[in-house]
């Protein structure tokens, strides 16, 4: 199935990868755990596929993107590691370098400041100047431009801090400039602050999973961005089991019990003790059991947000790796209505009732 197939569910985003990426800088966050980098490596593979130069941004050192897709370890240099995609570990200490010499002329500066332990001086002086100087470099490459004036990049992606910590974050700018009032500090967290509440430059966000504490946090998370007026988009729910079963199949195979399953299987020709199809029973059970929940968790996240819940699948193989990450990437494609980059039809027939999750209602 693809985007051009007239059988597909409608979309979820009328305006296909343009409305999932309205603005240059999108900021990915979720509760701990949720698989919010794996959410940030998805999106920044479809804006690829959407043709835009897009650049993968981590700014907790944890290198998983590196790992994921078998490069060499992310640094502060940006570094194309696909054909229209880019990659870079934003590091506070290197920000700060940077900083201090972009702005005082301080060259070789960290020499001095690696052996007077002067860096936790600085970072420590003002609450949130950390937070600042890594903000402050996405800022800097977020406002570069080419020679024939166009953006660096069209799309930055951002692993983000998780949602807890998300707001503090973002708000770093206005709280450094609670105690910093003069100087190229609060100039530029004056500019950052610009971007970040500008729709058009900055939106985030949220990964979930459907889950009850998950959903509970991605809808406060919601709040609290609004109410630092940080434009959000679409919720992406993450690890969704695709409805296996029809529910008219699931009510027929509990109707028969244990015992009318086995009788049905040796009428069949197939062999089956009663405690397998005990077994398969309380299977089918508990798959039905937990697609409704997830489609009341879906239906109850969408109404309480105001925004289109898109949603990508629990993959169950021994390994992840940058060609699952292709695969999410399709997933997301179709449920706005484009192309992936793949094409790849992952969950079959079951992929309609994934896509609309009225289907299998």
């Known amino acids: 199935m693809t985007a051009s197939d007239p059988t597909a569910a409608a979309p979820l985003l009328d305006g296909g990868y343009d409305e999932l990426f309205p603005s240059n800088l999108l900021i990915v966050t979720g509760k701990g755990g949720v698989g919010k980098t794996t959410v940030a490596a998805s999106l920044a593979l479809a804006g690829r596929a959407s043709g835009r130069r897009t650049l993968l941004v981590e700014v907790e050192g944890r290198q998983g993107f590196s790992r994921t897709f078998g490069t060499q370890p992310w640094d502060y240099t940006e570094r194309e590691f696909r054909p229209g995609l880019w990659g870079v570990a934003v590091d506070p200490t290197e920000a700060v370098y940077e900083y201090l010499e972009l702005f005082y002329g301080l060259k070789r500066v960290q020499w001095v400041m690696e052996r007077s332990n002067a860096l936790d001086f600085v970072t420590t002086a003002a609450p949130g100047l950390r937070d600042l100087l890594l903000i402050g470099k996405i800022y800097e490459i977020e406002a570069r431009k080419r020679d024939d004036g166009r953006r660096q990049y069209d799309l930055i992606v951002v692993d983000a801090p998780p949602t807890g910590r998300i707001v503090p974050f973002l708000?770093?700018?206005?709280?450094?400039?609670?105690?910093?009032r003069v100087g190229p500090i609060k100039r530029q967290a004056g500019q950052i602050r610009d971007m970040l509440t500008n729709p058009r430059r900055t939106t985030a966000i949220i990964t979930t999973l459907l889950e009850e504490m998950p959903v509970r946090e991605a809808s406060e998370g919601i709040a609290a961005l609004r109410s630092a007026d940080i434009a959000v988009g679409p919720v992406i729910a993450n690890q969704v089991r695709a409805p296996r079963l029809d529910p008219s199949?699931?009510?027929?195979?509990?109707?028969?019990?244990?015992?009318?399953?086995?009788e049905r299987a040796e009428a069949a020709g197939a062999t089956m003790s009663g405690r397998t199809a005990g077994l398969a029973l309380d299977l089918v059970a508990t798959h039905t059991a937990r697609v409704a929940l997830q489609r009341e968790l879906r239906a109850e996240l969408a109404a309480n947000c105001g925004v289109p819940v898109l949603s990508l699948p629990l993959l169950t193989g021994a390994t992840f790796d940058a060609a699952d990450l292709e695969v999410l990437a399709d997933v997301l494609a179709l449920q706005i209505g484009e192309d992936g980059p793949r094409g790849v039809d992952l969950l079959g027939d079951a992929l309609p009732g994934f896509l609309d999750p009225e289907a299998s209602a």
Not at 171 to 180: N, Y
Not at 249 to 262: D, M, P, Q, Y
Request: no cysteine; proline share 4%.
């Open 171 to 180: 708000q770093a700018p206005e709280g450094v400039t609670e105690i910093v």
């Open 249 to 262: 199949a699931a009510t027929t195979l509990t109707a028969l019990g244990a015992e009318g399953l086995r």
